[in-house]
T-cell receptor, first 113, second 110 residues
Framework: DTAVSQTPKYLVTQMGNDKSIKCEQNLGHDTMYWYKQDSKKFLKIMFSYNNKELIINETVPNRFSPKSPDKAHLNLHINSLELGDSAVYFC????????????FGPGTRLTVT | DAKTTQPTSMDCAEGRAANLPCNHSTISGNEYVYWYRQIHSQGPQYIIHGLKNNETNEMASLIITEDRKSSTLILPHATLRDTAVYYCIVRVEYGNKLVFGAGTILRVKS
């Protein structure tokens, strides 16, 4: 009964490829997020969706495109992968009004070679 | 959101209380203090938050100074499983995002 799940857990791919990471939450939350944690371990928000609408879009290359088919899912598609995209990507969710209490997934470690 | 300052790392003996300080001298009146932790190879986990009163839950206690310029997260009986990076975050209650700093690496040792 995993609360926030991500697939895949590990992703190794070559530069220039396009890849997707999927996220699902079964908590009934209406807000979902994508974070990136780089090699220096800094965790930075990338996007946030509330009820399938984009509410946070940090300065992220437009090669990154989030898609929310419904409130329980927020997928991250990355085009033309670059070496600098290598990182751990975390999905999270929260209830609107309680954005301070976010539930994080286990992370997806993306390695671009 | 106000800036926070935390020690880079701390050690604690298993079974003893772990006291993690956070300085937030520029905190404004409508900003709360939130604590998260990240155990190795896992996503961050919410611990506790407070405005000005001390708070306690099943995981930890949060002590906020009267002037609100600093706070301390207390794990009353630290275990090896509490080894993690602990993040102190200051933000308004209904803000849309969390801004994580470098945090404090807490090592609980037997």
């Amino acid at each position: 009964d995993t609360a926030v799940s991500q697939t895949p857990k590990y992703l190794v791919t070559q530069m220039g490829n396009d890849k997707s990471i999927k996220c699902e939450q079964n908590l009934g939350h209406d807000t979902m997020y994508w974070y990136k944690q780089d090699s220096k371990k800094f965790l930075k928000i990338m996007f946030s969706y509330n009820n399938k609408e984009l509410i946070i879009n940090e300065t992220v290359p437009n090669r990154f495109s989030p898609k929310s088919p419904d409130k329980a899912h927020l997928n991250l598609h990355i085009n033309s992968l670059e070496l600098g995209d290598s990182a751990v990507y975390f999905c999270a969710s929260s209830q609107m009004g309680r954005a301070y209490e976010q539930y994080f997934g286990p992370g997806t470690r993306l390695t671009v070679t | 959101d106000a800036k926070t300052t935390q020690p880079t790392s701390m050690d604690c003996a298993e079974g003893r209380a772990a006291n993690l300080p956070c300085n937030h001298s520029t905190i404004s009146g409508n900003e709360y203090v939130y604590w998260y932790r990240q155990i190795h190879s896992q996503g961050p986990q919410y611990i506790i938050h407070g405005l000005k009163n001390n708070e306690t839950n099943e995981m930890a206690s949060l002590i906020i100074t009267e002037d609100r310029k600093s706070s301390t997260l207390i794990l009353p009986h630290a275990t090896l499983r509490d080894t993690a990076v602990y993040y102190c975050i200051v933000r308004v209650e209904y803000g849309n995002k969390l801004v994580f700093g470098a945090g404090t690496i807490l090592r609980v040792k037997s």
